[in-house]
């Protein structure tokens, strides 16, 4: 008798996971942000890592051409189009209760270091940066974060319109799918939608419901991210919206048939998200950052003077 499709389907599966067992190469093993081949030559293998410094101002330009890049980005992507709303914030290296933030009003799309605003823990724009003025709900929204996690470098926010459906159920994501592993028991919900964020309180609620977490989802608002750099903070801020937007998909499609979706076990989401450190957010960004460098036309370099690849 022929087999059934489940019975080969199965088969081939079994077959193909023993085939790569057997041929996988014995030399290669997960290093910590990234994979490296170990070996005789492995220290002529070049692989993404988060850059050194050699001074901390050296750091900061670092710092404000990954900040440019990743506001070109998130604007390449369609999340500038509620005009002022949206901000990218980074703890400056040097004064480390300052942060830097894009110019209210200021495409994204066409920011450079320059652009950028240097801001005091009271809201003081500094000397140094762009003496521009700031959209004040950012401001409220992101002294609260950095204020309340010193171990971050970087936060995102804006307001796409699939976390504007998604917020208003109040709800998590769910692990249907190995990219939502990446926020298993890593994010909140900040459920007390309290106004546009002009009152200090709301930015102090908001970064409670982030806790030490990867992210938190604004109910009625959108969602938030953070990363100990601007490229992770943008690679999860991409990475939640795109999450958001499959499980929107996957619910109504799951209604339609009326089922429900399959989650993913306990240890495969813990697995699959413990991958996710600070390094490896820092990496998954590193693809657009080249993209934004090079659709730039030499106005953002590739790299900063002072920059130190580590191997
Ligand atoms: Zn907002």
């Not at 996971?17 to 057997?22: N, Q």
């Not at 506001?71 to 369609?78: E, H, Y």
């Not at 320059?114 to 959209?135: A, P, R, W």
């Amino acid at each position: 008798m022929a087999p059934s499709a489940t019975t080969t389907a199965t088969t081939a599966t079994q077959n193909g996971t023993t085939t790569l067992k057997a041929e996988k190469d014995p030399l290669m093993e997960f290093k910590y942000g990234g994979y490296k081949q170990v070996g005789p030559n492995s220290k002529d293998i070049y692989q993404i890592r988060i850059p050194e410094f050699r001074s901390l101002e050296d750091e900061r330009a670092f710092r404000k051409l990954h900040q440019a890049a990743a506001l070109r980005w998130l604007g390449a992507q369609g999340y500038n189009n509620e005009g002022a709303g949206g901000h990218v914030t980074v703890r400056d290296p040097i004064l480390t209760d300052h942060f830097w933030i894009n110019p209210h009003g200021k495409s994204f799309s066409h920011m450079r270091p320059e652009d950028l605003v240097l801001v005091s823990k009271d809201g003081e724009v500094k000397e140094g940066g762009n003496m521009h003025s700031i959209n004040p709900a950012g401001f409220v929204i992101h002294s609260a974060v950095h204020e309340a996690r010193p171990d971050v470098v970087a936060a995102v926010h804006c307001h796409s319109v699939a976390s504007k459906a998604f917020s208003s159920l109040g709800c998590e994501l769910e692990m249907i799918n190995q990219d939502a592993c990446r926020f298993y028991q890593d994010h909140g919900v900040y459920a007390g939608f309290g106004g546009i964020a002009w009152d200090p309180d709301e930015g102090e609620h908001i970064a409670a419901a982030l806790g030490d977490t990867k992210g938190v989802i604004l109910q009625n608002h959108g969602h938030l991210t953070v990363a100990k750099t601007v490229d992770g903070a943008a690679f999860l801020f991409g990475a939640m919206d795109r999450c958001i937007q499959a499980q929107l998909l996957a619910d109504a499609a799951a209604a339609g048939r009326k089922t429900s979706t399959i989650k993913i076990g306990h240890e495969e989401a813990l697995f699959s998200r413990n991958l996710y450190n600070d390094e490896m957010v820092y990496i998954m960004f590193q693809s657009a950052f080249e993209d934004v460098v090079r659709a730039s036309n030499g106005e953002l370099p590739m790299y900063v003077q002072g920059e130190i690849r580590r191997v």
